[in-house]
């Protein structure tokens, strides 16, 4: 039998709803086999934190090529990594709210809606959705959620009401608390007081707040700008305490701890001002968050839980380029709100040690929906993977565990709001439509970053040779044209037997007046 090869080996269904996957039978048997022996060590199953930071570039860390470089040096994501499995290929969505949501539902922002993030109290979020809080609490998880939500401000898509025992955070996100309030980038507004009203009567929680499960959250603190700059601070002790809290008991937990940093504006906590060598606010906020890294995994540590807990580090999209200088570093093309690579190739570390192999770099496929599947197989639980609906992510617990593992993901499929955007197998991107700031030929609004172009015939980048997507190699690679081709339309195929869904937006309003 030929070796494994991304491209030319086949997937396998196994049924209607999961998304196909290479099946890799003698890595999955040594991972079934590595749950099975930890589950006999430890004698529970295991805890998961998920560290999602905001608008955090791919190249931000030293790791990836950025830290020190880019005056800002990361020494705890450095070190975690080395700790752990570094993914170079992990893929959110282009922007925050379908990312979060895909990360919750392992699905992609077509099945769950929410196509792009909900802004200043609009309507949205995870309505009918099954999220990984929901199925790991039914299964006797303690589940927290700490910091960021923006999955939704309506009751129904509150954290307490999806899952989560206890939230603390904001439900919304960062520069919507503080854009209108700072005179330096608002003066027509922080001048105005007719205005300032005007945006303190949208319908938006100016505060950050408590629930508990099933709760009506209560208001903790109003976010100003000088509570903005302590927000990190406080929400990285909420975690430590929570996390303590949870030491020495029989019950595994989920901790989802989201910071507001680094999306703009940023309004490092005082300790951190100028801490950076750039002395910029978005760098000195990177120095805060790599040391809130380090006191969560201290906890773990201290409290003898690191051995029993598997950690996913990452951001929710790629550097916002519009606002810069708050704006991280990538090596790729374009940044947040696109689909070329600089909107959606994010930092993905995978730590836990004693079972995921230290010092491991890998450039397999991972997306944020497999992140549900991958914790219920972890956690022994992937009967509860709801069979109703089709589920984008696959298992990935194998890749994860292995020395050197295999990813069982074949494809990545890019999507820009409700459009199909691309394609990536192996080494290979077949673009359909993408972001552009040439406005010839223009399609739609492109989300964050100039507008949605329709290319007249599909381009391929070959992302080892030309990671900042410029040169279009299709007509001399003829030969995957079919393939990929075949690979979008059974991807888009699955929206006919399980149809697409719009929770944002007038046509979604149309369909609640209906
Ligand atoms: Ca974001």
């Known amino acids: 039998m030929p070796k494994f090869d991304p491209i030319a080996s086949p997937t396998v269904r196994t049924a209607e709803h999961l998304e196909p996957a290479f099946a890799h039978a003698e890595q999955s048997d040594a991972a079934k086999k590595k749950i099975a022996e930890f589950s006999a060590r430890r004698r529970k199953r295991p805890n998961v934190l998920v560290f999602l930071m905001d608008d955090v570039g791919w190249g931000d860390f030293g790791c990836y090529g950025g830290g020190v470089a880019v005056g800002a040096p990361t020494p705890n994501f450095d070190r975690l990594a080395r ?24 699905r992609v922002p077509h099945r769950h809606g929410l196509h792009r993030p909900p802004m200043y109290g609009e309507p949205g979020g995870l309505i009918g959705e099954a999220t990984l809080p929901q199925l790991l609490s039914d299964s006797g998880y303690a ?32 520069d919507m608390y503080t854009e209108w309030r700072d005179p330096h980038f608002f003066p027509e507004m922080v001048y105005s007081e007719a205005r300032t009203e005007w945006v303190k009567n949208m319908p938006f929680n100016r505060c950050f707040v408590h629930a508990k499960k099933g709760g009506t959250p209560e208001n903790v603190e109003e976010v100003t700008i000088p509570a903005l700059s302590l927000l990190d601070e406080k929400w990285c002790q909420y975690s430590e305490a929570f996390i303590q809290r949870m030491a020495g008991g029989k019950q595994p937990w989920l901790l989802y701890h989201c910071t507001r940093g680094a999306h703009f504006d940023n309004y490092p906590h005082e300790r951190f001002l100028a801490a950076s060598p750039a002395k910029h606010p978005y760098k000195d906020t990177l120095i805060e968050l790599d040391d809130i890294v380090r006191r969560l995994t201290e906890a773990l540590r201290a409290t003898g839980q690191l051995e029993d807990t598997l950690i996913f580090i990452s951001s929710d999209n790629g550097p916002h380029m519009e606002t810069w200088p708050d704006a991280a570093y990538t090596p790729f ?12 190739r994010v930092p ?167």
């Open 83 to 106: 700790a752990g499995l570094q993914l170079t290929s992990c893929y959110s969505e282009p922007t925050c709210s379908p990312s979060r949501a895909t990360l919750l539902t392992g």
């Open 143 to 174: 589940t927290q959620a700490v910091g960021k939500w923006h999955i939704g401000e309506n009751a129904a898509s509150q954290p307490q009401n999806v899952g989560f025992d206890d939230f603390y955070g904001f439900l919304s996100v960062s």
């Open 333 to 344: 093309r374009c940044g947040k709100g696109s689909t070329w690579e600089g909107g959606v």
């Open 348 to 514: 993905g570390i995978v730590v836990w040690p004693g079972m995921v192999e230290a010092g491991i770099q890998s450039d397999g496929l991972f997306g944020f929906s497999d992140i549900l599947p991958t914790v219920l197989a972890l956690a022994g639980e992937s009967a509860r993977l709801p069979a109703d609906r089709y589920i984008d992510g696959v298992d990935q617990s194998s890749f994860l565990l292995a020395r050197d593992g295999l990813s069982h993901r074949k494809y990545h499929y890019y999507w820009l709001m409700s459009t199909f955007s691309a394609l990536r197998c192996g080494e290979y991107k077949m673009v359909l439509s993408s972001t552009s700031d040439d406005d010839t030929g223009a399609w739609g609004p492109g989300g964050f970053t100039g507008i949605l172009q329709k290319h007249t015939y599909p381009a391929l980048y070959n992302l080892y040779l030309d990671p900042k997507e410029t040169h279009n190699y299709m007509t001399r690679k003829l030969a995957y044209m079919e393939a990929f081709q075949l690979g979008i339309r059974q991807h888009l195929l699955t929206f006919k037997r399980f149809p697409p869904k719009t929770v944002m937006g007038l046509q979604a309003a149309d369909a609640r007046a209906k």
